[in-house]
T-cell receptor
Framework: AQRVTQPEKLLSVFKGAPVELKCNYS??????LFWYVQYSRQRLQLLLR??SRESIKGFTADLNKGETSFHLKKPFAQEEDSAMYYC????????????FGTGTQLKVEL | GAVVSQHPSWVICKSGTSVKIECRSL??????MFWYRQFPKQSLMLMAT?????????EQGVEKDKFLINHASLTLSTLTVTSAHPEDSSFYIC????????????FGPGTRLTVT
């Protein structure tokens, strides 16, 4: 069965510092990986997906199949980046079902 | 575009009663809707997948007779928690997707259920 692991429950950084939110997955086939974000009192929304290979709000994530990782990175954290971040996985034949990690709360301090 | 609503946003019910939660796609037709459960400070756990006009597919460990899911139209799915007990208290979130959204899931705001 597929699994997504986010080892950090809370990550606290200072404004302007680099950010890396870790995500590792286990799945024997070729998964599709996503990062979702949930700002305070808002609904979950898609931040980026690996097949798009785009940068959203300064965030990027590269799928590393060798290390089975999909870490989320941003070179300079902003206060508005403070939110809950979830890594998620779907797979071919899975009916677009998502398996979520436990989430990492990012807190950007001034 | 691609807005999903849930109703109610918060509900309290007594143990033993049933409660229905609605999930609506407001500006697109959702061929598939997903229901998740989220405990405090924990991740979203998929409960079931419903395709319009078909029976829902439940994840392992989810009681289909307790959590009744109906997806009778392309814009509405309902989750009914039958004979609710305090352990059913949780945050229930739906999402919707379709070819129109390129199968991206759009999430509702969630419904907080408290069973007393």
């Amino acid at each position: 069965a597929q699994r997504v692991t986010q080892p950090e429950k809370l990550l606290s950084v200072f404004k302007g510092a680099p950010v890396e939110l870790k995500c590792n997955y286990s799945y024997s086939g070729s998964p599709e990986l996503f990062w979702y974000v949930q700002y305070s009192r808002q609904r979950l929304q898609l931040l980026l997906r690996h097949i798009s290979r785009e940068s959203i709000k300064g965030f990027t994530a590269d799928l590393n199949k060798g290390e089975t990782s999909f870490h989320l990175k941003k070179p300079f954290a902003q206060e508005e980046d403070s939110a809950m971040y979830y890594c998620a996985l779907s797979f071919t034949g899975g009916g677009n079902k998502l398996t979520f990690g436990t989430g990492t709360q990012l807190k950007v301090e001034l | 575009g691609a807005v999903v609503s849930q109703h109610p946003s918060w509900v309290i019910c007594k143990s033993g009663t049933s409660v229905k939660i609605e999930c609506r796609s407001l500006d697109f037709q959702a061929t598939t809707m997903f229901w998740y459960r989220q405990f405090p400070k924990q991740s979203l756990m998929l409960m079931a997948t419903s395709n319009e006009g078909s029976k829902a597919t439940y994840e392992q460990g989810v009681e289909k007779d307790k959590f009744l899911i109906n997806h009778a139209s392309l814009t509405l799915s309902t989750l009914t928690v039958t004979s609710a007990h305090p352990e059913d208290s949780s945050f229930y979130i739906c999402s919707a997707s379709s070819p129109w959204t390129l199968y991206e899931q759009y999430f509702g705001p969630g419904t907080r259920l408290t069973v007393t």
